[in-house]
């Protein structure tokens, strides 16, 4: 079984529309949306929820007042200042490191595990779907992560897919590299910028710490013709391969209001043509190496 994230150096790029458009064109497989911090894989995709689970991600300090001696021990020791001089817990600014509770002479804090989001299981009208969606200003998003994508792999084990598909989250950071740990393969969507090209080589060079094989799709590739040659020749000095050139076209947007892939919404597009092009790049990349390459749809054949 393989799995394919895919990845971006920043937000808005395009890799949630592409994530969508390959689980229309792809067979055998399932969805995972990891950008649990601001999902929206589900927007496009319209899942129906068969299980709902809490996630309990961590713990707050809550101060038992009657029970305080106001000592001022744990204020002292709060690095994030987030005990008052009243002694009252502020849980925006509490990071949940336990110190104040450890310390506390009185044990007058308790600091018990908390339900930070929800995560789910889903089907979709492109196969099932594992995703999740994270409290407001809750931490333990990496954990988060870790756990529907060992749920995603567990389903995957037992029905019989062949890949998972991963709409990953954007940047560098803890998230991202919970997403990519042990992937088959990520695909990084990049656009013909300056910036993109600075967030292209952060994420390459993320990927490549963690030993995970690199792919490259150029977004919008015809908005700056020298950045994407650019964008290019650093791909090959990184021996990443470039997988496909899609074009700056409004049907994505269209297609978006209308809560659907490019591939429903205009299937015999060039556009789309250009994205099913890409699949089939990746498909049969040596970074993927899917035992069934032939996988998109008669229409593009």
């Not at 994270?134 to 995957?156: D, M, P, T, W, Y």
């Not at 967030?199 to 094989?213: E, I, S, T």
């Not at 409004?250 to 060039?270: C, D, G, H, L």
Request: aromatic content about 6%; glycine content about 6%; proline content about 5%.
């Amino acid at each position: 079984m393989n799995e394919l994230v895919i990845i971006s150096g920043k937000g808005g790029t395009g890799k949630t529309s592409m994530t969508a458009a390959f689980a229309a064109l792809a067979k055998n497989h399932m969805l995972c949306d990891t950008d649990v911090d601001a999902a929206d894989l589900h927007l496009l995709l319209k899942p129906e929820i068969a299980q709902r689970t809490d996630f309990i991600g961590g713990s707050k300090a809550v101060i038992r007042t009657d029970d305080c001696s106001k000592c001022g021990i744990c204020e002292d020791m709060c690095t994030f200042s987030a005990i008052s001089s009243d002694f009252v817990v502020d849980p925006l600014a509490c990071e949940g490191c336990g110190v104040c509770h450890v310390f506390c002479p009185e044990d007058a804090i308790d600091f018990n595990p908390r339900t930070c989001g929800t995560w789910f299981i889903s089907e979709t009208r492109f196969g099932p779907m594992v995703h999740a969606r994270l409290g407001i200003a809750e931490e333990n998003s990496g954990k988060l992560v870790s756990l529907i994508r060992n749920q995603a792999k567990e389903l995957a084990e037992s029905q019989g897919y062949d890949l998972i598909i991963t709409d990953g989250p954007p940047g560098i950071g803890c998230p991202v590299i919970a997403s990519i740990s042990g992937a088959t393969a990520v695909l990084i969507v990049v656009e013909p910028t300056v910036s993109g090209l600075h967030d292209m080589q952060r994420v390459a060079d993320l990927a490549a710490h963690f030993k995970r094989p690199s792919l490259v799709c150029i977004n919008k590739y015809d908005l700056n013709g020298d950045m994407t040659l650019t964008i290019e020749e650093e791909a090959e000095k990184r021996k990443l391969q470039v997988v496909g050139r899609v074009p700056f076209d409004p049907t994505f947007t269209k297609a978006m209001v209308k809560a659907q892939t490019i591939v429903e919404y205009a299937p015999r597009s060039e556009l789309t043509k250009s994205v099913a092009c890409l699949w089939q790049n990746i498909c049969q990349s040596k970074a993927l190496n899917h035992e069934k390459a032939d996988t998109l749809l008669p229409v593009f054949k």
